[in-house]
């Protein structure tokens, strides 16, 4: 299968840093996968010194795509996608945000589940990064849950990109393209973009399935659209996958540390808020399960 990895970054060089010292505890399991880089851009950005890090990296790389801009998250991450699956081909990607560390295995763990999940119809993405409010050990690292959170990291492939995909790009060309961060129709996103899809039935996927046929598959953010839900572009994607009847699976088990402290929605009062100073062990070096089971 075509694959390839690739990292959205924007002016934290030293989490870049880090991130590539992650990879290259997965280089053999990178010799298959080609690595992509899209960094932001602009005037007050680090863009160069970024490109630099990168280059000296023992990480090999088949591309570093620099923005004219800060294009923000949303459009690089976006953006992103259509270039390796609509323009390049590839059929299958998997993501890093810069503020994510990989550990060892962290690529082979994500592969083996994308690999394992493809007989099901109703998983749309896989991740390899969690945060359990439990004790990890080693009886758990074959062990997934649905979830729709945190997509700091995710693998997808072709077949649900071309479902999905069109729900991300009506979302960029209409709150996105044009726009500045601050100017956002916020509201509009939610009112306008949002809620319409959550009055629609939930597409019922036919076939092989993991879940149940009568597991309950509220909406990701509660049966309500409430005026406090999150209106970026991971917002948009959980929702298309719900919308198209797909679930997103997580090993129970991180493989890599979430590292963020500061960024465009985090400081460290939320970092601490949502858990993520009390992340859960993340470097095995145990062999990587090729079947999983539900907790």
């Given at each position: 299968?075509?694959?390839?990895?690739?990292t959205?970054?924007?002016?934290?060089?030293?989490?870049?840093?880090e991130?590539l010292?992650g990879?290259?505890k997965?280089?053999?399991?990178l010799e298959t996968?080609?690595?992509?880089?899209?960094?932001?851009?602009?005037?007050?950005?680090t863009?160069?010194?970024?490109k630099?890090?990168?280059?000296?990296?023992?990480?090999?790389?088949?591309?570093?795509?620099l923005r004219e801009?800060?294009?923000?998250?949303?459009?690089?991450?976006?953006?992103?996608r259509?270039?390796?699956?609509?323009v390049?081909?590839y059929?299958?990607?998997?993501?890093?945000?810069?503020?994510l560390?990989?550990?060892?295995?962290?690529?082979?763990t994500t592969c083996?589940l994308?690999?394992?999940?493809r007989q099901?119809n109703?998983?749309?993405?896989v991740?390899?990064?969690?945060?359990?409010?439990?004790?990890i050990?080693?009886?758990d690292?074959?062990?997934?849950?649905?979830?729709?959170?945190?997509f700091?990291?995710?693998?997808?492939?072709?077949?649900?990109?071309?479902e999905?995909k069109?729900t991300?790009?009506?979302?960029?060309?209409?709150?996105l393209?044009?726009?500045?961060?601050?100017?956002?129709?916020?509201?509009?996103?939610?009112k306008?973009f949002m809620?319409?899809?959550?009055?629609?039935?939930?597409?019922?996927r036919?076939?092989s399935?993991?879940?149940?046929?009568d597991?309950?598959h509220?909406?990701?953010?509660g049966?309500?659209?409430?005026?406090?839900?999150?209106?970026g572009?991971?917002?948009i994607?959980?929702?298309?996958?719900?919308?198209?009847?797909?679930?997103?699976?997580?090993?129970?088990?991180?493989?890599?540390?979430?590292?963020?402290?500061?960024?465009?929605?985090?400081?460290?009062?939320?970092f601490?808020q949502?858990?993520?100073n009390?992340q859960?062990?993340?470097?095995?070096?145990?062999?990587?399960?090729t079947?999983?089971r539900?907790?």
């Amino acid at each position: 299968m075509k694959t390839a990895l690739f990292t959205v970054s924007y002016n934290r060089p030293d989490l870049m840093r880090e991130l590539l010292g992650g990879l290259e505890k997965n280089l053999a399991d990178l010799e298959t996968i080609d690595v992509f880089h899209y960094v932001d851009g602009g005037a007050k950005s680090t863009q160069s010194e970024i490109k630099q890090i990168i280059e000296d990296s023992n990480v090999p790389h088949t591309s570093i795509v620099l923005r004219e801009e800060n294009y923000g998250v949303g459009r690089n991450l976006i953006g992103a996608r259509r270039d390796l699956f609509d323009v390049r081909g590839y059929q299958r990607v998997i993501l890093i945000e810069d503020d994510l560390i990989p550990g060892p295995n962290f690529v082979k763990t994500t592969c083996a589940l994308a690999d394992w999940a493809r007989q099901f119809n109703d998983v749309g993405m896989v991740q390899v990064w969690n945060l359990p409010h439990q004790t990890i050990s080693e009886t758990d690292l074959d062990v997934v849950v649905p979830t729709h959170e945190h997509f700091y990291t995710y693998c997808v492939d072709v077949e649900v990109w071309e479902e999905i995909k069109n729900t991300l790009y009506e979302y960029e060309r209409t709150y996105l393209q044009g726009v500045s961060y601050a100017d956002k129709d916020w509201r509009g996103i939610r009112k306008r973009f949002m809620k319409p899809r959550y009055s629609k039935h939930r597409l019922i996927r036919g076939g092989s399935m993991l879940l149940d046929a009568d597991t309950t598959h509220p909406p990701p953010f509660g049966p309500r659209l409430k005026r406090t839900v999150p209106t970026g572009q991971d917002a948009i994607t959980a929702l298309a996958l719900w919308e198209k009847g797909f679930i997103r699976l997580a090993t129970l088990a991180p493989r890599a540390v979430m590292k963020g402290v500061d960024g465009v929605h985090s400081t460290a009062k939320i970092f601490e808020q949502l858990g993520l100073n009390q992340q859960s062990e993340y470097e095995w070096n145990q062999d990587v399960p090729t079947s999983f089971r539900l907790r």
